[in-house]
Protein backbone atom coordinates (compact mmCIF):
# COMPACT_ATOMS: atom_id res chain seq x y z
CA UNK A 1 0.00 0.00 0.00
CA UNK A 2 2.99 1.90 -0.36
CA UNK A 3 1.49 4.45 -3.50
CA UNK A 4 -1.78 5.27 -1.13
CA UNK A 5 -1.29 8.69 -1.50
CA UNK A 6 -0.96 8.82 -5.44
CA UNK A 7 -4.41 6.93 -5.39
CA UNK A 8 -6.71 8.50 -7.55
CA UNK A 9 -9.78 7.91 -4.49
CA UNK A 10 -7.58 9.80 -2.39
CA UNK A 11 -8.27 13.38 -4.61
CA UNK A 12 -11.29 12.79 -3.08
CA UNK A 13 -11.28 11.34 0.52
CA UNK A 14 -7.65 12.02 1.12
CA UNK A 15 -8.23 16.14 1.81
CA UNK A 16 -8.16 17.74 5.17
CA UNK A 17 -10.18 20.01 4.18
CA UNK A 18 -13.74 21.25 3.15
CA UNK A 19 -13.88 19.26 0.46
CA UNK A 20 -12.79 16.21 2.14
CA UNK A 21 -15.30 16.63 4.65
CA UNK A 22 -18.16 17.23 2.46
CA UNK A 23 -16.99 13.27 0.31
CA UNK A 24 -16.43 11.76 3.39
CA UNK A 25 -19.25 12.83 6.08
CA UNK A 26 -21.96 12.31 3.29
CA UNK A 27 -20.68 8.47 2.71
CA UNK A 28 -19.89 8.12 6.38
CA UNK A 29 -23.95 7.76 6.48
CA UNK A 30 -23.94 4.41 5.75
CA UNK A 31 -22.10 3.79 8.83
CA UNK A 32 -18.36 3.80 7.30
CA UNK A 33 -15.98 4.06 9.74
CA UNK A 34 -13.12 6.20 9.50
CA UNK A 35 -10.01 3.70 8.69
CA UNK A 36 -12.06 2.76 4.99
CA UNK A 37 -10.57 6.52 3.83
CA UNK A 38 -7.29 6.07 4.66
CA UNK A 39 -6.30 5.60 0.99
CA UNK A 40 -6.91 1.76 0.55
CA UNK A 41 -7.97 0.84 -3.06
CA UNK A 42 -11.81 1.92 -3.39
CA UNK A 43 -13.32 -0.54 -5.78
CA UNK A 44 -16.43 0.55 -7.81
CA UNK A 45 -19.22 -2.43 -8.26
CA UNK A 46 -21.48 -0.99 -11.40
CA UNK A 47 -24.22 -2.98 -11.64
CA UNK A 48 -26.54 -3.28 -13.82
CA UNK A 49 -29.31 -5.11 -11.68
CA UNK A 50 -32.63 -4.35 -12.80
CA UNK A 51 -36.16 -6.22 -12.78
CA UNK A 52 -36.52 -4.98 -16.07
CA UNK A 53 -33.35 -6.99 -17.05
CA UNK A 54 -34.39 -10.60 -15.81
CA UNK A 55 -31.16 -11.76 -17.17
CA UNK A 56 -29.10 -9.34 -14.61
CA UNK A 57 -31.33 -10.28 -12.39
CA UNK A 58 -28.92 -12.69 -9.64
CA UNK A 59 -26.53 -9.14 -10.07
CA UNK A 60 -27.59 -8.13 -6.84
CA UNK A 61 -26.52 -11.32 -4.70
CA UNK A 62 -22.98 -10.99 -6.82
CA UNK A 63 -22.36 -7.78 -6.13
CA UNK A 64 -22.20 -8.78 -2.39
CA UNK A 65 -19.66 -11.87 -3.07
CA UNK A 66 -17.64 -9.52 -5.01
CA UNK A 67 -18.19 -7.10 -1.90
CA UNK A 68 -16.64 -9.90 0.49
CA UNK A 69 -13.60 -10.25 -1.90
CA UNK A 70 -12.46 -6.43 -2.03
CA UNK A 71 -12.67 -6.34 1.95
CA UNK A 72 -11.00 -9.61 2.40
CA UNK A 73 -8.01 -8.05 0.17
CA UNK A 74 -8.24 -4.83 1.87
CA UNK A 75 -9.99 -2.84 -0.49
CA UNK A 76 -13.49 -0.64 -0.12
CA UNK A 77 -16.61 -1.67 -2.17
CA UNK A 78 -18.74 0.81 -3.47
CA UNK A 79 -21.93 -0.42 -5.43
CA UNK A 80 -23.37 2.04 -8.10
CA UNK A 81 -26.60 1.32 -10.36
CA UNK A 82 -26.25 2.05 -13.91
CA UNK A 83 -29.05 2.02 -16.75
CA UNK A 84 -29.82 -1.48 -17.30
CA UNK A 85 -30.36 -2.34 -20.71
CA UNK A 86 -33.14 -5.73 -21.02
CA UNK A 87 -33.19 -7.30 -24.44
CA UNK A 88 -36.76 -8.54 -24.16
CA UNK A 89 -38.20 -5.67 -22.68
CA UNK A 90 -37.01 -2.68 -24.13
CA UNK A 91 -38.74 -1.40 -27.23
CA UNK A 92 -37.54 -0.10 -30.52
CA UNK A 93 -34.59 -2.02 -29.31
CA UNK A 94 -32.33 -2.28 -26.73
CA UNK A 95 -29.78 -1.65 -29.45
CA UNK A 96 -30.34 2.12 -29.01
CA UNK A 97 -29.43 2.39 -25.42
CA UNK A 98 -26.43 0.55 -25.50
CA UNK A 99 -24.12 3.86 -26.29
CA UNK A 100 -26.28 5.93 -23.53
CA UNK A 101 -25.52 2.83 -21.12
CA UNK A 102 -21.55 3.58 -22.35
CA UNK A 103 -22.03 7.02 -21.45
CA UNK A 104 -24.16 6.64 -18.60
CA UNK A 105 -21.01 3.92 -17.26
CA UNK A 106 -18.14 6.18 -18.29
CA UNK A 107 -19.24 9.49 -16.56
CA UNK A 108 -20.23 7.45 -13.03
CA UNK A 109 -16.51 5.85 -13.19
CA UNK A 110 -15.25 9.20 -13.98
CA UNK A 111 -17.10 11.09 -11.64
CA UNK A 112 -16.79 9.11 -8.64
CA UNK A 113 -13.49 9.06 -6.18
CA UNK A 114 -12.88 5.17 -7.16
CA UNK A 115 -9.70 3.31 -8.20
CA UNK A 116 -11.02 -0.05 -10.17
CA UNK A 117 -13.93 -1.19 -11.50
CA UNK A 118 -15.73 -4.02 -11.81
CA UNK A 119 -18.79 -4.80 -14.25
CA UNK A 120 -21.62 -6.63 -13.06
CA UNK A 121 -23.60 -7.28 -16.44
CA UNK A 122 -25.10 -9.88 -18.57
CA UNK A 123 -27.52 -9.60 -20.98
CA UNK A 124 -26.19 -8.39 -24.94
CA UNK A 125 -26.19 -4.91 -24.81
CA UNK A 126 -24.59 -4.62 -20.51
CA UNK A 127 -21.69 -6.61 -21.56
CA UNK A 128 -20.89 -4.57 -24.63
CA UNK A 129 -22.47 -1.33 -23.32
CA UNK A 130 -20.17 -1.14 -19.98
CA UNK A 131 -16.89 -2.29 -21.50
CA UNK A 132 -17.11 0.62 -23.75
CA UNK A 133 -17.88 3.07 -20.94
CA UNK A 134 -14.77 1.82 -19.17
CA UNK A 135 -12.68 1.79 -21.86
CA UNK A 136 -12.86 5.27 -22.19
CA UNK A 137 -12.14 6.07 -18.51
CA UNK A 138 -8.92 3.59 -18.47
CA UNK A 139 -9.26 2.44 -14.54
CA UNK A 140 -8.64 -1.00 -14.01
CA UNK A 141 -11.62 -2.91 -14.77
CA UNK A 142 -12.42 -6.55 -14.55
CA UNK A 143 -15.43 -8.63 -15.34
CA UNK A 144 -18.25 -10.51 -13.51
CA UNK A 145 -20.77 -12.15 -15.74
CA UNK A 146 -24.79 -12.71 -14.87
CA UNK A 147 -24.06 -16.46 -16.22
CA UNK A 148 -26.42 -18.66 -18.33
CA UNK A 149 -30.17 -19.94 -16.75
CA UNK A 150 -30.52 -23.51 -16.42
CA UNK A 151 -31.10 -25.11 -19.79
CA UNK A 152 -34.87 -25.17 -20.19
CA UNK A 153 -37.31 -27.75 -20.26
CA UNK A 154 -39.77 -28.65 -22.15
CA UNK A 155 -42.12 -31.85 -22.22
CA UNK A 156 -38.80 -34.06 -21.13
CA UNK A 157 -36.29 -32.59 -23.30
CA UNK A 158 -34.04 -29.36 -23.10
CA UNK A 159 -35.13 -25.93 -24.94
CA UNK A 160 -33.06 -23.00 -25.57
CA UNK A 161 -33.66 -19.66 -25.22
CA UNK A 162 -34.38 -17.11 -28.46
CA UNK A 163 -33.56 -20.48 -30.35
CA UNK A 164 -36.57 -22.23 -29.76
CA UNK A 165 -38.79 -19.45 -29.99
CA UNK A 166 -38.34 -18.87 -33.24
CA UNK A 167 -38.40 -22.49 -34.18
CA UNK A 168 -41.69 -22.82 -32.27
CA UNK A 169 -43.21 -19.91 -33.43
CA UNK A 170 -42.60 -21.10 -37.24
CA UNK A 171 -44.20 -24.31 -36.05
CA UNK A 172 -47.20 -22.74 -35.42
CA UNK A 173 -47.20 -20.81 -38.46
CA UNK A 174 -47.06 -24.29 -40.22
CA UNK A 175 -49.85 -25.80 -38.31
CA UNK A 176 -47.59 -28.12 -36.29
CA UNK A 177 -47.50 -26.71 -32.99
CA UNK A 178 -50.92 -25.93 -31.01
CA UNK A 179 -50.95 -22.55 -29.50
CA UNK A 180 -51.39 -24.37 -26.21
CA UNK A 181 -48.01 -26.11 -26.39
CA UNK A 182 -46.44 -22.67 -27.47
CA UNK A 183 -47.53 -20.94 -24.73
CA UNK A 184 -46.68 -23.70 -22.37
CA UNK A 185 -43.49 -23.57 -22.84
CA UNK A 186 -43.23 -20.36 -21.94
CA UNK A 187 -42.43 -21.24 -18.60
CA UNK A 188 -40.26 -24.04 -19.04
CA UNK A 189 -37.70 -22.02 -21.24
CA UNK A 190 -36.76 -19.33 -18.09
CA UNK A 191 -36.32 -21.53 -15.10
CA UNK A 192 -33.90 -19.20 -12.98
CA UNK A 193 -32.55 -16.12 -13.19
CA UNK A 194 -29.25 -15.51 -15.59
CA UNK A 195 -29.15 -14.73 -19.37
CA UNK A 196 -29.93 -16.66 -22.42
CA UNK A 197 -28.46 -20.05 -22.28
CA UNK A 198 -28.13 -20.87 -25.79
CA UNK A 199 -24.82 -19.68 -27.81
CA UNK A 200 -26.57 -16.23 -27.98
CA UNK A 201 -25.05 -12.55 -27.87
CA UNK A 202 -25.04 -12.78 -24.09
CA UNK A 203 -23.12 -15.77 -24.23
CA UNK A 204 -21.35 -15.63 -26.87
CA UNK A 205 -19.94 -11.83 -25.24
CA UNK A 206 -18.97 -13.32 -21.69
CA UNK A 207 -17.53 -15.87 -23.46
CA UNK A 208 -15.31 -13.20 -25.87
CA UNK A 209 -14.47 -11.39 -22.28
CA UNK A 210 -13.18 -14.75 -21.22
CA UNK A 211 -10.90 -15.54 -24.09
CA UNK A 212 -9.71 -11.49 -24.22
CA UNK A 213 -8.57 -12.13 -20.27
CA UNK A 214 -10.98 -10.10 -18.84
CA UNK A 215 -12.48 -11.63 -16.35
CA UNK A 216 -11.43 -14.33 -14.08
CA UNK A 217 -11.57 -17.94 -16.17
CA UNK A 218 -14.66 -19.94 -16.46
CA UNK A 219 -16.76 -16.33 -15.67
CA UNK A 220 -18.38 -17.03 -18.90
CA UNK A 221 -20.53 -20.70 -18.46
CA UNK A 222 -20.83 -21.29 -14.59
CA UNK A 223 -24.94 -20.92 -14.89
CA UNK A 224 -26.07 -17.84 -12.80
CA UNK A 225 -27.24 -20.04 -9.49
CA UNK A 226 -24.34 -22.04 -9.36
CA UNK A 227 -22.58 -21.56 -6.35
CA UNK A 228 -19.25 -21.34 -8.05
CA UNK A 229 -20.32 -18.65 -9.74
CA UNK A 230 -20.52 -16.26 -6.43
CA UNK A 231 -17.08 -17.63 -5.19
CA UNK A 232 -16.08 -16.50 -8.49
CA UNK A 233 -16.97 -12.89 -7.80
CA UNK A 234 -15.88 -13.54 -4.74
CA UNK A 235 -12.35 -13.87 -6.07
CA UNK A 236 -12.92 -11.26 -8.43
CA UNK A 237 -13.61 -8.92 -5.28
CA UNK A 238 -9.73 -9.94 -4.24
CA UNK A 239 -8.46 -9.53 -7.34
CA UNK A 240 -9.63 -5.72 -8.40
CA UNK A 241 -8.15 -4.60 -5.34
CA UNK A 242 -4.42 -6.42 -6.20
CA UNK A 243 -5.14 -4.63 -10.12
CA UNK A 244 -5.36 -1.10 -8.26
CA UNK A 245 -2.17 -1.91 -6.70
CA UNK A 246 -0.34 -3.02 -9.64
CA UNK A 247 -2.04 -0.56 -11.54
CA UNK A 248 -3.08 -2.52 -14.46
CA UNK A 249 -5.71 -0.57 -16.83
CA UNK A 250 -7.87 -1.42 -19.36
CA UNK A 251 -5.67 -0.42 -21.63
CA UNK A 252 -2.75 -2.36 -20.37
CA UNK A 253 -4.58 -5.22 -20.42
CA UNK A 254 -6.22 -5.15 -24.13
CA UNK A 255 -4.51 -5.02 -27.22
CA UNK A 256 -5.20 -5.77 -30.56
CA UNK A 257 -4.14 -9.58 -29.75
CA UNK A 258 -6.84 -9.68 -27.46
CA UNK A 259 -9.25 -8.26 -29.84
CA UNK A 260 -7.56 -11.16 -32.55
CA UNK A 261 -8.53 -13.83 -29.62
CA UNK A 262 -11.97 -13.18 -29.07
CA UNK A 263 -13.10 -12.99 -33.48
CA UNK A 264 -10.83 -16.58 -33.49
CA UNK A 265 -13.49 -17.94 -30.37
CA UNK A 266 -16.53 -16.33 -31.95
CA UNK A 267 -15.92 -18.51 -34.50
CA UNK A 268 -15.50 -21.75 -32.76
CA UNK A 269 -18.40 -20.89 -30.50
CA UNK A 270 -20.69 -20.48 -32.85
CA UNK A 271 -20.94 -17.18 -31.43
CA UNK A 272 -22.81 -14.25 -32.66
CA UNK A 273 -22.97 -11.83 -35.35
CA UNK A 274 -23.53 -9.03 -32.61
CA UNK A 275 -19.97 -9.74 -31.73
CA UNK A 276 -18.84 -7.63 -34.63
CA UNK A 277 -20.48 -4.11 -33.98
CA UNK A 278 -19.62 -4.50 -29.90
CA UNK A 279 -16.08 -5.39 -30.54
CA UNK A 280 -15.65 -2.83 -33.11
CA UNK A 281 -17.16 0.03 -30.57
CA UNK A 282 -14.86 -1.36 -28.08
CA UNK A 283 -11.90 -1.44 -30.19
CA UNK A 284 -12.68 2.59 -30.80
CA UNK A 285 -12.54 3.15 -27.26
CA UNK A 286 -9.29 1.60 -26.25
CA UNK A 287 -7.49 3.28 -29.29
CA UNK A 288 -7.20 -0.18 -31.16
CA UNK A 289 -7.21 -0.34 -34.48
CA UNK A 290 -9.57 -3.33 -35.64
CA UNK A 291 -11.49 -3.47 -38.94
CA UNK A 292 -14.85 -5.39 -40.32
CA UNK A 293 -11.46 -7.23 -42.40
CA UNK A 294 -10.10 -8.39 -39.24
CA UNK A 295 -12.84 -10.45 -38.68
CA UNK A 296 -11.77 -12.87 -41.80
CA UNK A 297 -9.21 -14.31 -39.17
CA UNK A 298 -11.60 -16.63 -38.39
CA UNK A 299 -13.05 -17.73 -41.60
CA UNK A 300 -11.07 -20.78 -41.70
CA UNK A 301 -11.72 -21.69 -38.13
CA UNK A 302 -13.67 -24.72 -37.20
CA UNK A 303 -16.97 -25.04 -35.23
CA UNK A 304 -15.83 -26.91 -31.81
CA UNK A 305 -18.86 -25.83 -29.75
CA UNK A 306 -21.85 -27.64 -29.87
CA UNK A 307 -24.55 -25.62 -28.53
CA UNK A 308 -27.62 -23.93 -29.73
CA UNK A 309 -28.30 -21.94 -32.65
CA UNK A 310 -25.26 -23.39 -34.48
CA UNK A 311 -25.35 -26.69 -32.22
CA UNK A 312 -27.76 -29.07 -30.17
CA UNK A 313 -26.68 -28.25 -26.25
CA UNK A 314 -27.02 -25.82 -23.58
CA UNK A 315 -24.64 -23.46 -22.17
CA UNK A 316 -25.04 -25.57 -18.75
CA UNK A 317 -23.80 -28.64 -21.20
CA UNK A 318 -20.75 -25.84 -22.21
CA UNK A 319 -20.01 -25.56 -18.33
CA UNK A 320 -19.87 -29.10 -17.22
CA UNK A 321 -17.82 -30.00 -20.65
CA UNK A 322 -15.24 -27.79 -19.49
CA UNK A 323 -16.05 -23.94 -20.88
CA UNK A 324 -14.26 -21.31 -22.01
CA UNK A 325 -10.85 -23.12 -21.06
CA UNK A 326 -11.33 -26.53 -22.27
CA UNK A 327 -12.52 -24.72 -25.77
CA UNK A 328 -9.02 -22.46 -25.84
CA UNK A 329 -7.07 -25.31 -25.14
CA UNK A 330 -8.53 -26.58 -28.49
CA UNK A 331 -7.59 -23.26 -30.25
CA UNK A 332 -3.88 -23.45 -28.45
CA UNK A 333 -1.88 -23.08 -31.75
CA UNK A 334 -3.84 -19.96 -33.22
CA UNK A 335 -4.95 -18.07 -29.60
CA UNK A 336 -2.13 -14.70 -29.89
CA UNK A 337 0.03 -14.11 -26.50
CA UNK A 338 -2.39 -11.46 -24.64
CA UNK A 339 -2.06 -10.04 -21.24
CA UNK A 340 -5.05 -10.63 -18.55
CA UNK A 341 -6.51 -9.05 -15.71
CA UNK A 342 -4.22 -11.70 -13.80
CA UNK A 343 -1.32 -10.05 -15.51
CA UNK A 344 0.09 -13.17 -16.85
CA UNK A 345 -0.53 -14.63 -20.73
CA UNK A 346 -3.81 -15.62 -21.48
CA UNK A 347 -2.15 -19.34 -21.85
CA UNK A 348 -2.35 -19.01 -18.17
CA UNK A 349 -6.32 -19.58 -18.49
CA UNK A 350 -6.59 -22.70 -20.48
CA UNK A 351 -3.31 -24.88 -20.54
CA UNK A 352 -4.48 -27.20 -17.70
CA UNK A 353 -7.89 -27.45 -19.00
CA UNK A 354 -9.54 -30.45 -19.93
CA UNK A 355 -12.72 -31.59 -21.80
CA UNK A 356 -14.69 -33.82 -20.25
CA UNK A 357 -17.82 -34.17 -23.26
CA UNK A 358 -16.77 -34.38 -26.70
CA UNK A 359 -20.19 -33.87 -27.70
CA UNK A 360 -20.22 -30.66 -27.02
CA UNK A 361 -16.79 -29.78 -27.08
CA UNK A 362 -15.47 -31.29 -30.13
CA UNK A 363 -11.32 -31.64 -30.68
CA UNK A 364 -10.01 -29.09 -33.20
CA UNK A 365 -8.36 -32.04 -35.21
CA UNK A 366 -12.36 -33.27 -35.24
CA UNK A 367 -14.84 -30.39 -35.46
CA UNK A 368 -18.38 -30.03 -36.32
CA UNK A 369 -17.86 -28.37 -39.16
CA UNK A 370 -14.82 -26.67 -40.47
CA UNK A 371 -14.55 -23.09 -41.73
CA UNK A 372 -17.53 -21.63 -39.79
CA UNK A 373 -16.59 -17.97 -39.28
CA UNK A 374 -17.92 -14.96 -39.67
CA UNK A 375 -18.12 -13.76 -43.00
CA UNK A 376 -17.34 -10.35 -44.50
CA UNK A 377 -19.04 -9.63 -47.69
CA UNK A 378 -18.74 -6.58 -49.69
CA UNK A 379 -19.54 -5.69 -53.15
CA UNK A 380 -21.92 -3.36 -55.07
CA UNK A 381 -25.04 -3.74 -52.43
CA UNK A 382 -22.57 -3.17 -49.68
CA UNK A 383 -19.63 -1.22 -50.67
CA UNK A 384 -18.58 -0.80 -46.87
CA UNK A 385 -19.13 -4.41 -45.66
CA UNK A 386 -22.10 -7.21 -44.62
CA UNK A 387 -21.77 -10.16 -43.03
CA UNK A 388 -22.99 -13.57 -43.01
CA UNK A 389 -22.73 -16.27 -40.32
CA UNK A 390 -22.23 -19.75 -42.28
CA UNK A 391 -22.51 -22.00 -39.65
CA UNK A 392 -25.86 -20.79 -38.94
CA UNK A 393 -27.05 -20.67 -42.27
CA UNK A 394 -27.69 -23.62 -44.97
CA UNK A 395 -24.71 -24.83 -46.78
CA UNK A 396 -26.69 -24.87 -50.04
CA UNK A 397 -27.99 -21.13 -50.11
CA UNK A 398 -24.47 -19.87 -49.34
CA UNK A 399 -24.03 -19.82 -52.89
CA UNK A 400 -27.27 -18.08 -54.64
CA UNK A 401 -28.53 -15.72 -57.15
CA UNK A 402 -32.38 -14.45 -57.00
CA UNK A 403 -34.50 -12.32 -57.32
CA UNK A 404 -35.41 -9.47 -54.87
CA UNK A 405 -38.72 -9.17 -53.45
CA UNK A 406 -38.37 -5.77 -51.28
CA UNK A 407 -39.67 -4.56 -47.94
CA UNK A 408 -39.56 -1.02 -47.85
CA UNK A 409 -39.52 -0.78 -44.11
CA UNK A 410 -40.25 -3.26 -40.70
CA UNK A 411 -44.11 -2.34 -41.24
CA UNK A 412 -44.11 -3.24 -44.99
CA UNK A 413 -42.99 -6.83 -43.96
CA UNK A 414 -44.98 -7.48 -41.41
CA UNK A 415 -47.99 -6.37 -43.46
CA UNK A 416 -47.73 -8.22 -46.34
CA UNK A 417 -44.90 -11.65 -45.75
CA UNK A 418 -48.13 -13.54 -44.75
CA UNK A 419 -50.10 -12.76 -48.17
CA UNK A 420 -51.38 -16.02 -49.86
CA UNK A 421 -51.06 -13.85 -52.90
CA UNK A 422 -47.13 -12.76 -51.89
CA UNK A 423 -45.38 -13.22 -55.29
CA UNK A 424 -42.40 -15.03 -53.78
CA UNK A 425 -40.42 -18.93 -54.06
CA UNK A 426 -38.01 -20.31 -52.35
CA UNK A 427 -35.44 -19.01 -54.42
CA UNK A 428 -36.56 -15.27 -53.85
CA UNK A 429 -34.05 -13.27 -51.98
CA UNK A 430 -36.16 -10.72 -49.33
CA UNK A 431 -34.56 -7.40 -48.80
CA UNK A 432 -35.60 -5.38 -45.72
CA UNK A 433 -34.61 -2.00 -45.42
CA UNK A 434 -35.18 0.88 -42.83
CA UNK A 435 -33.73 -1.19 -40.46
CA UNK A 436 -30.12 0.34 -39.90
CA UNK A 437 -28.90 2.50 -37.02
CA UNK A 438 -30.59 5.62 -38.17
CA UNK A 439 -33.61 4.05 -39.75
CA UNK A 440 -35.08 1.96 -37.51
CA UNK A 441 -33.58 3.61 -34.95
CA UNK A 442 -31.20 1.80 -32.93
CA UNK A 443 -30.32 -1.58 -35.73
CA UNK A 444 -33.21 -3.90 -34.48
CA UNK A 445 -32.74 -7.95 -34.21
CA UNK A 446 -34.96 -8.00 -37.12
CA UNK A 447 -32.81 -9.32 -39.89
CA UNK A 448 -33.91 -13.19 -39.85
CA UNK A 449 -37.23 -11.52 -41.19
CA UNK A 450 -40.59 -15.02 -40.89
CA UNK A 451 -40.58 -16.98 -44.25
CA UNK A 452 -43.46 -15.90 -45.96
CA UNK A 453 -46.39 -18.04 -44.57
CA UNK A 454 -46.90 -19.84 -47.99
CA UNK A 455 -43.71 -20.77 -48.14
CA UNK A 456 -43.82 -22.27 -44.56
CA UNK A 457 -46.66 -24.00 -45.49
CA UNK A 458 -44.60 -25.45 -48.92
CA UNK A 459 -42.16 -27.08 -45.98
CA UNK A 460 -39.60 -23.90 -47.05
CA UNK A 461 -37.73 -22.81 -43.51
CA UNK A 462 -34.69 -20.99 -45.02
CA UNK A 463 -34.34 -18.26 -47.35
CA UNK A 464 -31.68 -15.78 -48.33
CA UNK A 465 -32.59 -12.47 -46.57
CA UNK A 466 -30.83 -9.82 -46.58
CA UNK A 467 -31.22 -6.21 -44.79
CA UNK A 468 -29.14 -3.62 -42.70
CA UNK A 469 -30.22 -4.76 -39.17
CA UNK A 470 -28.60 -6.76 -37.00
CA UNK A 471 -30.36 -10.76 -35.90
CA UNK A 472 -30.43 -11.98 -32.26
CA UNK A 473 -27.55 -14.35 -31.63
CA UNK A 474 -30.26 -17.31 -30.90
CA UNK A 475 -31.27 -16.83 -33.89
CA UNK A 476 -30.51 -18.72 -37.47
CA UNK A 477 -30.71 -18.90 -41.30
CA UNK A 478 -28.98 -17.73 -44.63
CA UNK A 479 -29.16 -14.13 -43.15
CA UNK A 480 -26.97 -11.20 -44.54
CA UNK A 481 -26.41 -8.66 -41.87
CA UNK A 482 -25.69 -4.67 -40.85
CA UNK A 483 -25.36 -3.94 -45.26
CA UNK A 484 -23.58 -0.90 -45.03
CA UNK A 485 -24.25 1.67 -45.79
CA UNK A 486 -27.95 1.22 -44.47
CA UNK A 487 -30.50 2.55 -46.58
CA UNK A 488 -31.59 5.25 -44.60
CA UNK A 489 -28.25 6.83 -45.30
CA UNK A 490 -28.68 6.22 -48.96
CA UNK A 491 -26.50 3.15 -49.19
CA UNK A 492 -27.15 0.90 -52.50
CA UNK A 493 -29.34 -1.25 -50.60
CA UNK A 494 -32.42 1.98 -50.59
CA UNK A 495 -32.01 1.62 -54.45
CA UNK A 496 -33.00 -2.09 -54.79
CA UNK A 497 -36.44 -2.68 -56.49
CA UNK A 498 -38.36 -6.04 -56.26
CA UNK A 499 -37.54 -8.50 -59.40
CA UNK A 500 -33.82 -7.11 -59.39
CA UNK A 501 -31.22 -9.64 -59.59
CA UNK A 502 -29.04 -9.84 -56.56
CA UNK A 503 -25.80 -12.31 -56.09
CA UNK A 504 -24.65 -13.88 -52.91
CA UNK A 505 -21.00 -15.50 -52.97
CA UNK A 506 -20.39 -16.44 -49.50
CA UNK A 507 -17.04 -18.23 -50.74
CA UNK A 508 -15.76 -15.16 -52.18
CA UNK A 509 -16.97 -12.86 -50.22
CA UNK A 510 -19.36 -10.84 -52.50
CA UNK A 511 -22.40 -9.63 -52.20
CA UNK A 512 -24.07 -7.94 -55.79
CA UNK A 513 -26.72 -6.05 -56.92
CA UNK A 514 -27.02 -7.02 -60.57
CA UNK A 515 -28.61 -3.53 -61.42
CA UNK A 516 -26.95 -1.46 -64.14
CA UNK A 517 -25.00 1.82 -63.03
CA UNK A 518 -27.11 4.11 -65.06
CA UNK A 519 -30.05 2.47 -63.73
CA UNK A 520 -28.85 2.72 -60.39
CA UNK A 521 -27.78 6.51 -60.83
CA UNK A 522 -31.70 7.40 -62.10
CA UNK A 523 -32.85 6.00 -58.66
CA UNK A 524 -30.22 7.43 -56.45
CA UNK A 525 -31.03 10.32 -57.90
CA UNK A 526 -34.77 10.19 -57.30
CA UNK A 527 -34.03 8.80 -53.38
CA UNK A 528 -34.94 10.78 -50.56
CA UNK A 529 -34.51 9.79 -46.60
CA UNK A 530 -37.80 9.45 -44.72
CA UNK A 531 -38.31 11.91 -42.39
CA UNK A 532 -36.99 10.96 -39.20
CA UNK A 533 -39.67 9.58 -36.61
CA UNK A 534 -37.83 11.31 -33.43
CA UNK A 535 -37.33 15.54 -33.42
CA UNK A 536 -36.35 15.50 -29.55
CA UNK A 537 -34.37 13.73 -27.19
CA UNK A 538 -31.61 10.65 -27.29
CA UNK A 539 -32.68 9.61 -29.98
CA UNK A 540 -32.94 12.54 -32.40
CA UNK A 541 -28.93 12.80 -30.92
CA UNK A 542 -28.32 8.65 -31.74
CA UNK A 543 -29.80 9.59 -35.60
CA UNK A 544 -27.86 12.62 -36.09
CA UNK A 545 -24.66 10.95 -34.69
CA UNK A 546 -24.55 6.92 -34.94
CA UNK A 547 -21.77 5.42 -36.95
CA UNK A 548 -22.23 2.91 -39.34
CA UNK A 549 -22.32 -0.83 -38.91
CA UNK A 550 -18.42 -1.36 -39.67
CA UNK A 551 -17.74 1.58 -37.16
CA UNK A 552 -19.45 -0.29 -34.15
CA UNK A 553 -22.36 1.86 -34.18
CA UNK A 554 -21.11 4.18 -31.67
CA UNK A 555 -21.76 7.69 -31.63
CA UNK A 556 -19.16 9.72 -33.23
CA UNK A 557 -18.06 12.00 -30.31
CA UNK A 558 -17.46 8.75 -28.01
CA UNK A 559 -14.96 7.64 -29.83
CA UNK A 560 -11.56 7.19 -27.91
CA UNK A 561 -11.14 8.09 -24.37
CA UNK A 562 -10.47 11.09 -21.69
CA UNK A 563 -7.85 9.80 -18.90
CA UNK A 564 -7.55 13.10 -17.18
CA UNK A 565 -7.75 13.71 -13.95
CA UNK A 566 -11.22 15.89 -12.87
CA UNK A 567 -9.49 18.65 -10.81
CA UNK A 568 -12.95 20.84 -10.09
CA UNK A 569 -14.75 20.54 -6.92
CA UNK A 570 -18.42 20.72 -6.54
CA UNK A 571 -18.35 22.91 -3.95
FE1 LIG B 1 -30.99 -11.03 -21.91
FE2 LIG B 1 -30.88 -13.02 -23.85
S1 LIG B 1 -32.40 -11.58 -23.45
S2 LIG B 1 -29.47 -12.42 -22.38
MG1 LIG C 1 -30.57 -10.16 -28.61
Known sequence: MSDKKKRRSQAWYGKQDKDGFIHRSWMKNQGFPDHVFDGRPIIGICNTWSELT???????????????????????PVEFPVMSLGETQMKPTAMLFRNLLSMDVEESIRAYGIDGVVLLG??????????????????????????????????????????????????VRAGEMSLKDFMSAESGMSRSVGVCM???????????????????????????????RAALAHLTGKRIVEMVEEDLTFSKVVKKENFENAILANAAIGGSTNAVVHLLAIAG???V??????????????????????GKYLMEDFCYAGGMPALMKELAQHIRPSNTVLGKD???????????????????????????????????????????????????????????????????????????DLPVTSETILVLKGCGPKGYPGMPEVGNMPIPRKLVEQGVRDMVRISDARM????????????????????????????????????????ELLVPEEELAERRANWQPTPPHYKRGYASLYIDRVLQAEKGADLDFLVGKDTRPVTRESH
Open 285 to 287: RVG
Open 346 to 420: ITSYFEDAECYNRDVIFAYDAPIKPKVGLRVLKGSLAPNGAIIKPSAATPELLQHEGEAFVFENIEDMKANIDRP
Open 472 to 511: SGTAFGTVVLHTSPEAEAGGPLALVKTGDRIKLDTENGQL
Open 198 to 228: TMGTASTMASLVEAMGLCLPTNAALPAVDAR
Open 289 to 310: DLTLEDFELGKDLPLLVNCMPS
Open 54 to 76: PCNAGLRDLAEAVKRGVWEAGGF
Open 122 to 171: GCDKTTPGQLMGAASVDLPTIVVSSGPMLNGKFKGRDIGSGTDVWKFSED
